[in-house]
């Protein structure tokens, strides 16, 4: 399927490593041009040598609203203004009961899950509607629609971006910029690595074993009963940033293994 993404431009956050990686893995051999951005300025570069030609790195603190006007200027001096962009930076968060969780707890998770999108799209999205084209996918998470109380403050996050996503695909698709989500479950990024490497160590046991009792406990509706690949969440992303997704504004797409129970309404 030609997903009609030759001579596009994607700006990719949280492009450093798991499904954003994947993702401009995807976007380039449909023949796109990808930015990737990241915290870790050593390692976005990794990635961007390692993907080879089309392929560029920027280092930027999306937390920061100065740093993300400076990234605006970079991308529009250094490239050009992207056609698609894709949010998937994102951090886990504290973890623990919902009434212990710090203020400094719910400031991280709500500044970089979703502020980090509000301040990634104020920049690139207006240019897109001059142009009359865009994408706009949000990583969102399972946990937007199936909170799990020990991750309340990603939960919270993860939501506001689903309704936040929703809200934004109602004023910009007159322009031709159409916004999507897209919620994954479990995926083998170094993201849930880390998860299961902490939960293996306290259990004295490998992360293979981890990864199994943690599926068999807290995730017994994913039925496929293992992680999703980053290349597979990709999939889906790549869809809805090319001309193929011409009819879908402000939907949801759950790459979820069905870890989710209810019905997708």
Known sequence: MDLG????????????????????RL?????????????????????????????????ADLGETDQVKGLVETV?????????????????GAKGHPLE?????????WNVDFMSVVRTLRGFVPPMEK????????VSSENAVQPYADEVVYNVAKAGLLNFAKALSRVTAASGVLVNTVSPAFIETPMTDGMMDKRAEAEGIGRDEAVKRFLDEERPFLELKRRGKP???????????SDQA????????????????????
């Open 5 to 24: 993404l030759t001579g596009k431009t994607a700006l990719i956050t949280g492009g450093a490593s798991g499904i954003g990686r994947a993702t401009a």
């Open 27 to 59: 976007l380039l051999d449909e023949g796109a041009r990808v930015i990737l951005v990241d915290l870790n300025g050593d390692k976005v570069a990794d990635a961007a040598e390692a993907l080879g030609k089309g392929a560029h790195a920027l280092q």
């Open 76 to 92: 529009q001096e250094r490239f050009t203004l992207p056609d698609i962009v894709v949010c998937a930076a994102g951090v886990t």
């Open 101 to 109: 969780m710090t203020d400094g707890d719910w400031d991280e998770a």
């Open 131 to 138: 142009k009359g084209w865009g994408r706009v996918v949000i």
């Open 231 to 241: 290349e597979e969440v990709a999939a889906a992303i790549a869809f809805l940033c």
């Open 246 to 265: 011409s009819f879908v504004v402000g939907a949801n797409y759950r790459v979820d293994g069905g870890s989710v129970a209810t019905m997708a309404v």
